[in-house]
């Protein structure tokens, strides 16, 4: 298994304004993940965080927004940028093990209020 | 394009009573079909996956490829099984994609 930790675990920030959220897992994972959940929604994958290279984002998301960095295999960030109230969720990080096994273990996750 | 669907927003049963949690998938391979579970101010947790083909904590779930279904159920609810549960897909090395999810209630 893989035990992920998050800081911070909840920050209200003010519009305009950037918050950089850190995923550190106790292990070396081969793949990170992070993840959406607005209020009542389910979650909706941001992006693929790769190592040593751009991360891979989903429709609907871009890097100018959401910045990601994975520096080494047990940690990555995720940064929102230029925040507005539509980025208030629950943002997720999630981390698989390889070698075949398909299980994603997740974060506590990052509650954000933008005022 | 791979897709969940749980069709049941909210489920409320009596406790005792069987629980079934639908979810139904379209992906044109081989899927691995999970359920995820999430009790009040814990984090999100893996319940079962359709490979291990075993029961957690009274629960199961069959992969019906037919059907493209992969439904959860429970002989008889325990109030602790008040949770939020979603179900998810992957293939190969994709990220998991997971359905709306479904707040199962068990009412005493």
């Known amino acids: 298994s893989a035990v992920i930790s998050q800081k911070p675990s909840r920050d209200i920030c003010q519009r305009g304004t950037s918050l950089t959220i850190q995923c550190q897992v106790d292990s070396q994972v081969t793949m990170m993940f992070w993840y959406r959940q607005q209020p009542g929604q389910s979650l909706t994958l941001i992006a693929t965080?790769?190592?040593?290279?751009?991360?891979?984002?989903e429709s609907g998301f871009v890097i100018d927004k959401f910045p990601i960095s994975r520096p080494n295999l047990t940690f990555s960030t995720l940064t929102v940028s230029n925040m507005s109230p539509e980025d208030s969720s629950i943002y997720l990080c999630?981390?698989?093990?390889?070698?075949?096994?398909?299980?994603?273990?997740f974060g506590p996750g990052t509650r954000l209020t933008v005022l | 394009a791979q897709r969940v669907t749980q069709p049941e927003k909210l489920l409320s049963v009596f406790k005792g009573a069987p629980v079934e949690l639908k979810c139904n998938y379209s992906?044109?391979?081989?899927?691995?079909l999970f359920w995820y579970v999430q009790y009040s101010r814990q984090r999100l947790q893996l319940l079962l996956r359709?490979?291990s083909r075993e029961s957690i904590k009274g629960f199961t779930a069959d992969l019906n490829k037919g059907e493209t279904s992969f439904h959860l159920k429970k002989p008889f609810a325990q109030e602790e099984d008040s949770a939020m549960y979603y179900c998810?897909?992957?293939?190969?090395?994709?990220?998991?994609?997971f359905g709306k999810g479904t707040r199962l209630s068990v009412i005493a």
């Open positions: 992906y044109s391979g081989s899927p691995e």
């Open positions: 359709h490979i």
């Open positions: 999630s981390a698989r093990k390889g070698g075949g096994a398909h299980e994603q273990f």
């Open positions: 998810a897909l992957s293939s190969g090395n994709t990220p998991l994609v």
């Open positions: 965080a790769n190592q040593g290279s751009e991360a891979t984002y």
